[in-house]
């Protein structure tokens, strides 16, 4: 018997210029019985794919089989996440954030603050009352005018 057709499919086949309904001429080719002996090497590539569907198909009791291994009874659904759901961890963190950034704040405040003794209004009147700013800096700049002219020189 000659098999030409078969081999300019199988051909074709290795080029990928066959059509779906010439692959299956081949599946259904080498899924017969009696196969050349020179085509038989091609037979498990074709026959594989109808013997691996009839073995890995589930069972009508693979449903009970694995809530029997969960142990939870009943219709196992995927739980949806809500968008606020996904940034709530983004919150939390920001929220950590500000807290210890107020906590920093608050402990500098204090440490800086504390070398100053408080005692109220009194003080605030008295700074208002005391030498001005401007009195000052016009104290320092005389006290420059007023250097050495040797000290100008080592400068």
């Known amino acids: 018997m000659d098999y030409k057709y078969i081999e300019q499919l199988l051909e074709r086949y290795w080029n990928c210029e066959t059509t779906l309904e010439e692959e299956q001429i081949l599946r259904t080719f080498f899924s017969q019985k009696d196969v050349p002996a020179s085509l038989a090497k091609y037979r498990g590539l074709f026959c594989y794919e109808q013997a691996e569907t009839a073995a890995d198909t589930l069972g009508d009791d693979f449903d009970a089989r694995m809530e029997a291994l969960v142990g939870e009874p ?3 659904r995927a739980r949806t996440i809500t968008f606020r759901q ?6 939390k963190a920001a929220a950590m954030v500000a807290i210890f ?3 920093g704040n608050a402990a500098q405040v204090a440490f ?3 070398d100053k ?3 109220g209004v009194a003080d605030y009147r008295q700074a208002e009352e005391g030498p001005s700013v401007a009195m000052g800096d016009s104290a320092k700049v005389d006290t420059l005018q007023h250097v050495p ?3 100008n ?3």
């Open 117 to 119: 003794p408080q005692t």
């Open 112 to 114: 800086t603050d504390g």
């Open 74 to 76: 009943g219709m196992l």
């Open 101 to 103: 950034l107020t906590l």
């Open 153 to 155: 020189i080592l400068k």
């Open 86 to 91: 996904r940034l709530m961890p983004l919150f």
């Open 149 to 151: 002219a040797t000290a």
